[in-house]
């Protein structure tokens, strides 16, 4: 009886037909990767279920004292400097703790990321406590619509 | 090679075999399967954009604009939308004084919004600044979707230097400066 699908020896070495899709497969793979991913390290937020704000923008993050705005509290280069519910709701402009903070480290540029959540009130016034301590630069962290 | 029915060697032997690819081939994948692994390990899937708030320092003010047909552009943030207000002179630009018309559009959404901005931007291209006000319930990611807004809009771009106006906070909000200087963009 012959067999229904004879079987014939592979031909000897690569087939071309075989290699060029994978080709295609790489090159697209590494575009997407190189479009969509960033050579930053890691961002290290202070609290964990921050969830930053979307941005269409593309603009790198600079370099600066860092304050994260979480959903519990601020922080300053990691270390906590206040409470979000207890500064949300003060009549106090200013932010002490943070402006303390911020005071000893010195710099130029201010570093703002803040949970998406955050009320523009409390937003405002970590931006004016940023002023008040003599930096001249503040820059709002936002995750990037670009980034898979 | 065949040869030429009338004993000519031929000018373009069309029996020559073709060049072997697979070398070319497995050496691009080679390349992929360095390349890949390497950003795969030396990147990561959360990138992140940094915004710039114009904001002066303490007892500064921001740098004025060039002297254009809008003198002044501010879009607040109200319960029925945004409301812009531009200062739009009715004048010769470069005269000292003139007629300032104030201009308040109302516009209950974002594509509204960008509408209206691009017909200001129509009139002075040269502007790039405008100032932006929240409201004081508004959210950071808020804030961040309209400052996108304002950048750029379906037909280009629009105001690339967005500034933001300080929140009115409590009782203490006099204390906070305004961010552009007066007449610049202050309503």
Redo the contacts between chains.
């Keep these: 009886m012959s067999r229904l699908f004879p079987q014939e020896p592979p031909a000897p070495?690569?087939a071309?037909a075989a290699?060029?899709p994978?080709?295609d497969l790489?090159?697209i793979?590494?575009v997407v990767?190189?479009r969509?991913?960033?050579?930053?390290?890691?961002?290290d937020l202070a609290e964990a279920d921050t969830a930053?704000?979307?941005?269409?923008?593309?603009?790198?993050?600079?370099t600066g004292v860092i304050v994260d705005?979480g959903p519990s509290g601020l922080y300053v280069d990691g270390a906590r400097a206040g409470s979000v519910a207890y500064h949300q709701s003060?009549?106090?402009?200013?932010v002490a703790e943070v402006h303390s903070a911020l005071l000893a480290r010195g710099g130029r540029r201010v570093?703002v990321r803040?949970?998406?959540?955050?009320?523009?009130?409390l937003?405002?016034?970590v931006?004016?406590t940023a002023?008040?301590a003599?930096?001249?630069?503040?820059?709002?962290?936002?995750?990037?619509a670009?980034?898979? | 090679m065949r040869p030429h029915p009338a004993g000519l060697p031929r000018l373009f032997p069309d029996d020559a075999e073709p060049p072997d690819?697979?070398p070319a081939?497995?050496s691009?994948?080679a390349l992929?399967?360095v390349?890949?692994p390497m950003?795969?390990l030396?990147?990561?899937?959360?990138?992140?954009?940094?915004?710039?708030?114009g904001?002066?320092?303490?007892g500064e003010d921001l740098p004025p604009e060039l002297p254009g047909p809008v003198e002044s552009l501010r879009v607040q943030r109200v319960e029925a939308g945004f409301l812009v207000t531009a200062g739009v002179r009715r004048t010769d630009v470069l005269a000292s004084a003139g007629d300032l018309e104030q201009q308040e559009l109302l516009a209950p959404d974002l594509p509204a919004l960008q509408a209206h901005l691009a017909s200001l931007k129509a009139l002075d291209p040269a502007r790039q600044r405008l100032t932006l006000a929240?409201?004081?319930?508004?959210?950071?990611?808020?804030?961040?979707?309209w400052?996108?807004a304002v950048?750029?809009g379906p037909q280009g771009e629009l105001y690339p230097q967005v500034v933001?106006e300080?929140?009115?906070?409590?009782?203490?909000?006099d204390?906070?400066?305004a961010p552009a200087p007066p007449g610049e963009d202050a309503p």
């Design positions: 070495g690569l071309v290699l060029a994978m080709v790489f090159t793979l590494l990767l190189i969509t991913w960033s050579t930053d390290p890691p961002m930053l704000p979307l941005s269409r923008s593309e603009a790198p993050v600079g705005i003060s009549d106090e402009v200013l570093v803040a949970h998406a959540d955050t009320p523009w009130t937003l405002g016034k931006m004016f002023q008040q003599g930096y001249e630069e503040v820059e709002l962290v936002a995750a990037s670009a980034s898979l | 690819a697979r081939l497995l691009v994948v992929m399967i390349l890949v950003v795969l030396t990147s990561t899937g959360e990138k992140a954009t940094g915004l710039a708030l904001l002066p320092g303490p929240p409201a004081p319930t508004s959210t950071a990611e808020q804030v961040v979707t400052m996108d950048r750029a933001l300080a929140a009115q906070v409590g009782p203490a909000s204390a906070v400066p």
